[in-house]
């Protein structure tokens, strides 16, 4: 990319740095060699500023909230591919063709099975835990089943480790849901898509056959895709940071997962639907945007807001389609959490608050009330996000391993600590 040099001064020092242009977007300073020219870092908590890497996989236009993948809008990815194809897109960087789309299907579908002795593993977890820890600890565990994918040296391993941990994601998540209810673990069946099959894992019993609803399949399916990848969120930045000192895939998932756990951040689908159930009915929505609004007051609007994003999320659009598509399947006219959803935004949205503080309703916010409606239990919904964000993480990793330039990333700091001082004997303090 083009590279020009922008000059400021520091004291009476002055200072050049290149300037690099991406292929879209802001451009960056590259400040790699800042510290060695002034003996001064940079200062950036939260990295609102900082540009951590290149990558060519998604760009993000939070002013006009554009989200491309690869260069594909959201919007066309969501309406005419499905997951898999998404995931191929990611990985690879180009649409498959239809014999390269067939023979990932194919590869991936084979991949859904999890080594039996994995059933054994959950069996030391509480039944009560958060399937959010299950699925923590359960990604991290496969590391100690799948050696022969965790050379990360080896390109043939990486394809290997990262075709098995998406299409094991769905396994491990649906019985992370079962142990949760005490119910038997389901096998993949090799004949179903992604969705379905993740579906079929979650709500059939072995008592009986377990009917698909096609409207459901394609409605999780997309919602997979809204979730794939999203730049250099916090989840992906632990991935890529965890990735950095050679630790193998699946640890570095595992990673990504407990981040993704946050209520800033993945978790919020969560706190968004435990909020407008709070929240319970339009009439005290009031109170709870002037609770958000109140400084004192610890409480936000979840499912609102974004780092990036000073505009819609354009996935939370398609989020409240499919959430619409859900109901009507389910022939729910007037779900009164949608209603507190609707009349929350609407109200969000004139309120000088938000409109000056650019809070726009994020993807998290229509996701909750579509994956109850579903049959989802709360507690599952980061579940899904993590299973739908793997495909992005793994990409994300992949590309920052194939980087010949990558090497471990390791953040400085601002010292506001003691300066040196001698140890003080126990007798005498
Ligand atoms: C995801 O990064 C990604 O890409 C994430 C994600 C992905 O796909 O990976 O998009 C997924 O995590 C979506 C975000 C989900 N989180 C929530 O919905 C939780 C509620 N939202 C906020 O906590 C907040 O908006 C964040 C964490 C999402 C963004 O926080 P920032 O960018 O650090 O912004 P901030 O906290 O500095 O807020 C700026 C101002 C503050 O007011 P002032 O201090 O300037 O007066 O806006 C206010 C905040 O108090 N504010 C809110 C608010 N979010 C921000 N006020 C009320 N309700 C909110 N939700």
Redesign the pocket.
Known sequence: MSATTGSFSLGDTTVSMPVKAGSIGPSVVDISKLYAQTGMFTFDP?FTSTASCESEITYIDGDEGVLLYRGYPIAQLAEHGDFLETCYLLLYGELPTAVQKKDFDYRITRHTMVHEQMARFFQGLRRDAHPMAIMVASVGALSAFYHDSTDISDPRQRMVASFRLIAKMPTLAAMAYKYSIGQPFIYPKNELGYAANFLRMCFAVPTEDYKINPVFARALDRIFIL?AD??Q????STVRLAGSSGANPFACIAAGVACLWG????G?NE??LKMLTEIGTVDNIPKFVAR??D?NDPF?????????YKNY?PRAKIMQQTCHEVLSELGIKDDPLLDVAIELERIALSDEYFIE?K?YP???FYSGITLKAMGFPVSMFTVLFAVA?TSGWIAQWKEMIEDPGQKIGRPRQLYIGAPQRDYTPLDKR
Not at 233 to 236: E, G, K, R, V
Not at 263 to 266: D, L, R, V
């Open positions: 939260g979730h999203h730049e969120n916090a989840s992906t209520p800033a951040h993945g919020a706190a968004a958000a609004k400084k936000r609007l979840m499912g609102f807001g974004h780092r990036v999320d503080k809070l994020n993807i998290d964000r």
